[in-house]
């Protein structure tokens, strides 16, 4: 524990006080006055005596029971306080952590009181990343507050990671975006491969007729397709570009773009995995439907810094991937234009917060473009090559 500090002016004060008294005792003889002077000295003297003494063997820490948070939710912690032997006389606890100040006089008094008393705190964090929760402080005064002594911790700051905050895709397709559409409206490459069978689902409309459970159909149960297991190659890749060409941009941009890249992650691992590129990163993690891999990913996600000194996603050979690249950009970027618009690129979903766009578009992205999803704050516009692009008729895209 650090070294307490006093503070002692009012005590001061009343001793002064009491000098004075005597002064004027011994000047106008008057001895009734040197009882409340010696008073006045023994009190302003014995105070901060007696709150130093009784603050030396007090302590207040913080009991954290969880070291992950999401976003807004709340947290509770207790916060519990220890006396010495002589008690408490008076006790206020300051907890940095909630900003509140709570009086703790009667629960380690003396006489009555107990050995240890605990408080209980709720807190919510609305940003994302890793906070330093500052230690509790102890202020120990008499009952005049007169004098007060305050205690902290010698320990170090505790460490907590505030998640970013999840939500449901609102896909505004009729699919519900188990298979993207491209803006001439025919079906994309599935987000799950075809390759291995992996049970059966009810038919949707596009499948293959190859992939069509013939036998439920004689039996007289209907369309049945099947359902295949992911192909590494074929699975969606989300990817987060956190830079800004502005350093004066919000944050709350940034923030935006990587809950959505969470929430898409989320929802295409229910529906058999899927990769998440982060910025720096030169690999993509894999996501499978165990989320056997989010637990980590979920934490860089939660420390992802952005600004113009970002860097941009290593994407390599991923650009040119047959299965659907969701990239999720915290601004858009001029040179993303290049990215998108590059031959023998598979389909693409630029994601970008809805206060980065202009007009409903993304600025800096030519030609029309069809709107598919909309997740935290954030809207999905599926891109393809000029010619697909030129077939959209106005009801369906956005100019």
């Given amino acids: ?41 023994a009190i302003g003297v014995f105070a901060p005596a007696w709150v130093w003494i009784t603050a030396r063997g007090a302590q207040a820490h913080r009991i954290l029971n969880v070291e992950r948070i999401v976003e807004d939710e709340p947290l509770e912690a207790s916060i519990e306080v220890r006396r010495g032997r002589l008690g408490l006389p008076g006790a206020e606890v300051i907890d940095p952590f909630t900003g509140s100040r709570l009086q703790l006089a009667g629960p380690l008094s003396p006489i009555r009181g107990a050995r240890t008393a605990s408080v209980r705190v709720v807190a919510r964090f609305g940003r994302r990343g890793l906070h330093a929760l500052a230690a509790p402080r102890l202020i120990v005064s008499d009952p005049l507050e007169l004098a007060r002594v305050q205690t902290e ?34 079906a994309s490459s599935e987000a799950l491969a075809a390759v291995n069978i992996d049970g059966l689902r009810p038919y949707r409309p596009g499948t293959p007729a190859s992939r069509i459970h013939w036998p439920a159909v004689a039996r007289g149960a209907g369309l049945i397709e099947r359902r295949l297991q992911p192909d590494g190659d074929n699975r969606p890749l989300v990817v987060l570009d956190a830079r800004n060409p502005s350093s004066a ?15 898409l992650v989320l929802e295409f691992a229910r529906s058999g995995g899927c990769g998440l590129l982060l910025p720096g990163e030169q690999r993509a993690t894999a996501i499978d439907r165990e989320l056997s891999a989010w637990s980590a990913a ?57 206060r980065a766009l202009v007009a409903g578009r993304p600025p800096g992205i030519r030609g029309r473009m069809v709107a598919t999803l909309d997740v935290s704050g954030c809207r999905g516009f599926v891109l393809g090559s000029r010619r697909e692009v030129e077939r959209v008729g106005p009801e369906a895209s956005v100019a």
Avoid at 21 to 36: C, G, H, Q
Avoid at 155 to 181: H, I, K, M, N, S
Avoid at 315 to 341: C, E, K, N, Q
């Fill in 249 to 263: 941009a919000p944050a709350e941009l940034l923030d935006a773009a990587v809950r959505a890249a969470a929430s």
């Fill in 298 to 354: 979920y934490a860089r996600l939660a420390m992802v810094h952005g600004g113009v000194g970002s860097q941009a996603p290593a994407l390599g050979p991923t650009a040119g991937r047959i299965g659907p690249m969701i990239y999720v950009a915290a601004s858009p970027i001029d040179r993303l234009a290049a990215l998108f618009s590059g031959p023998g690129r598979g389909l693409t979903v630029l994601v970008v917060p809805n």
């Fill in 1 to 41: 524990m650090k070294a307490p500090r006093l503070f002692a002016r009012r005590a001061a004060a009343v001793a002064i006080a009491g000098c004075l008294l005597v002064v004027i005792a011994f000047v106008f003889d008057a001895a009734p006055l040197f009882v409340p002077a010696v008073a006045f000295i």
């Fill in 153 to 186: 911790s010698a320990a170090p700051p505790q460490q907590l990671l505030v998640l970013p905050r999840t939500e449901p895709v609102r896909w505004l397709r009729t699919d519900r975006g188990r298979r993207f559409e491209m803006p001439d409206g025919r």
